[in-house]
């Protein structure tokens, strides 16, 4: 499997808890690696922008003032197979769902506060990536 990066967002539930460090913990002890990382106060127009695939979905304004609400921690993760041992880590959408030790089943409050943000692919892996951070601030 290759070295991948990929973007991960720990949500504004999470950081309103102070769960920033349990949250990277999780994701350093399943062998990935953060190359980047910044705390940052979305506006509703950049998490807007952000989530602009998802405009014309019922939940988009709820999602987008949520994401505005609170700091939220933005990270470039690094590591075999990052992308989807990412999405593993962080576990299903629905906390309900979630499997036993990841970072939903343990932290999240509810389907739309569900404390963490992953790219689902390699393409969205890119661009998300590109959106919050330049070449220089990727160290590797």
Not at 10 to 25: E, Q, S, Y
Not at 66 to 92: C, H, T, W, Y
Not at 108 to 129: F, L, M, Q, R
Request: glycine share 8%; charged share 25%.
């Amino acid at each position: 499997m290759a070295t991948e990066r990929t973007l991960s967002i720990i949500k504004p539930d999470a950081t309103r808890r102070n769960l920033t460090g349990a949250v990277v913990k999780k994701f350093e002890d399943a062998g990935l690696r953060v190359v980047a990382s910044k705390r940052i106060h979305l506006s509703k127009a950049q998490a807007g922008e952000f989530y602009k695939v998802h405009a014309e979905r019922p939940f988009y304004d709820e999602l987008t003032t949520f994401m505005a609400s609170e700091p939220v921690v933005v990270q470039v993760l690094e590591g075999e197979g990052a992308i989807q041992k990412n999405r593993d880590v962080m576990g299903a959408t629905n906390p309900a769902d979630a499997a036993p030790g990841t970072i939903r089943a343990e932290f999240a409050e509810s389907v739309g506060e569900n404390s963490v943000h992953g790219s689902d692919s390699p393409e969205a892996a890119k661009e998300e990536i590109a959106f919050f951070f330049s070449g220089l601030e990727l160290v590797g």
